[in-house]
C-alpha cells in the first residue's frame, strides 16, 4: 500500500547547526501531516503538525515545510541541541476519514555532535 | 499537564498465552489509537475508537481485540500469542482533529 518514507536513516550535524530532516509520501489523498520525536523508551513526542492547505508552520525553534506538487514534507530544526538527539518520525493522514490511523515513515535518527 | 497512562509499563508472557493493556487518555479525550512497534520499526497503526465506537482499523490481528469503555480508557486484548507479538504496543488519544498525543509504551516480551 501506498506509505510515507524517509530518505535518510541517519543525520549527524555539530551542536549549534540548523538539522533538516526530509520526508516523502505517496499518499495524495493525505492531508495532515505531524513529525514527532522519540526518545529511547518513550513514546513518540509531537513536534509540530500541518495541514495540506498550507505550505510552512512555524514553532519554537522548527518549521516544517510541505511541498504537495513533489509529495514531500521536511523538520527544520533551528540551533540544534544535544537534547534534539532521538528519532524523528513524519506521519501522515487523511482527516476526512473519521478516527483515522497515522501512517509513519521509517524515522531519522539526529544525532548531535559536540 | 496530563499525559497518556498505560499499564503494564513491561510484561513478560509465553507463547499461545493471552495479554491485556491498558490505555488511559489525557482526560477530556474522546479518541484512542492502538499502535505496535517492533524492534528498529516504525510505529504501525493497529485499530481507533472515537466516542466509545471502533472508528477505523489497520493491520491488527484476528487474535487480537480493543475496546474503550465508558470512561473512554482503553484496551487491547491478545490472544494465542506468537515470538512475533513481542514489540512496543502505544497508545494514542485525541480530541477532535488535535493531533494524537502518545503514551510511553507496554514493551511485551513473548518467551
Known amino acids: 500500500g501506498e506509505s510515507v518514507g524517509l530518505h535518510l536513516p541517519t543525520l549527524s550535524v555539530q551542536e549549534g547547526d540548523n538539522s533538516i530532516i526530509n520526508c516523502a509520501y505517496s499518499n495524495s489523498a493525505s492531508d495532515y501531516f505531524i513529525w514527532y520525536k522519540q526518545e529511547s523508551g518513550k513514546g513518540p513526542q509531537f513536534i509540530i503538525d500541518?495541514?495540506?492547505?498550507?505550505d510552512k508552520r512555524q514553532g519554537q525553534r522548527v518549521t516544517v515545510l510541505l511541498n504537495k506538487t513533489v509529495k514531500h514534507l521536511s523538520l527544520q530544526i533551528a540551533a540544534t541541541q544535544p537534547g534534539d538527539s532521538a528519532v524523528y518520525f513524519c506521519a501522515e493522514t487523511y482527516s476526512g476519514g473519521g478516527a483515522d490511523g497515522l501512517t509513519f515513515g521509517k524515522g531519522t535518527h539526529l544525532i548531535i555532535q559536540p | 499537564a496530563a499525559g497518556v497512562i498505560q499499564s503494564p509499563r513491561h510484561l513478560i508472557k509465553e507463547k499461545r498465552e493471552t495479554a491485556t493493556l491498558k490505555c488511559y487518555p489525557i482526560p477530556r479525550h474522546d479518541t484512542v489509537y492502538w499502535y505496535q512497534q517492533g524492534p528498529g520499526q516504525d510505529p504501525q497503526f493497529l485499530i481507533s475508537?472515537?466516542?466509545?465506537?471502533?472508528?477505523d482499523k489497520g493491520s491488527i490481528p484476528d487474535r487480537f481485540s480493543a475496546q474503550q469503555f465508558s470512561d473512554y480508557h482503553s484496551e487491547l486484548n491478545m490472544s494465542s500469542l506468537e515470538l512475533g507479538d513481542s514489540a512496543l504496543y502505544f497508545c494514542?488519544?485525541?480530541?477532535?482533529?488535535?493531533?494524537?498525543?502518545f503514551g510511553d509504551g507496554t514493551r511485551l516480551s513473548i518467551l
Open positions: 494514542a488519544s485525541s480530541l477532535g482533529w488535535q493531533p494524537q498525543h
Open positions: 475508537f472515537y466516542e466509545k465506537m471502533q472508528s
Open positions: 500541518i495541514r495540506s492547505n498550507m
